[in-house]
């Protein structure tokens, strides 16, 4: 799998925007104030930084293993997976 292709481009993109939303709501939980006293700069940025590092750490993996931005082959095949049972169970209701 080429660092280029969509397949690897939107693994990695999702991968790195639930770091980016889960390093943000890790850094709200934390801060234990209200929505109006966050630094909401300072946790965007954070959160930013998470998934760069994330993008990185995709491409560093890229040609280790199975192909694709994951050390393993479970994630590309479990989203398809999961699509799959989802579009069956849309198509039965």
């Known amino acids: 799998m080429?660092?280029?292709s969509r397949a690897f481009l939107a693994a990695a993109g999702e991968?790195?925007?639930k770091t980016f939303a889960q390093?943000?709501?890790a850094l709200l939980a934390?801060?234990?104030s209200g929505v109006l006293d966050v630094d909401w700069l300072g946790?965007?940025?954070v959160a930013a930084s998470a998934a760069v590092v994330s993008l990185l750490t995709s491409v560093a993996?890229?040609?280790v293993g199975e192909p694709g931005p994951?050390?393993?082959s479970e994630g590309l095949?479990?989203?398809r997976a999961s699509r799959n049972r989802s579009r069956q169970v849309a198509v039965r209701t």
């Open 23 to 25: 390093t943000l709501a």
């Open 70 to 72: 994951s050390l393993t």
């Open 30 to 32: 934390a801060n234990g």
């Open 61 to 63: 993996s890229g040609g």
């Open 15 to 17: 991968r790195a925007v």
């Open 43 to 45: 946790g965007l940025s």
């Open 77 to 79: 095949a479990a989203n």
């Open 2 to 4: 080429s660092y280029f």
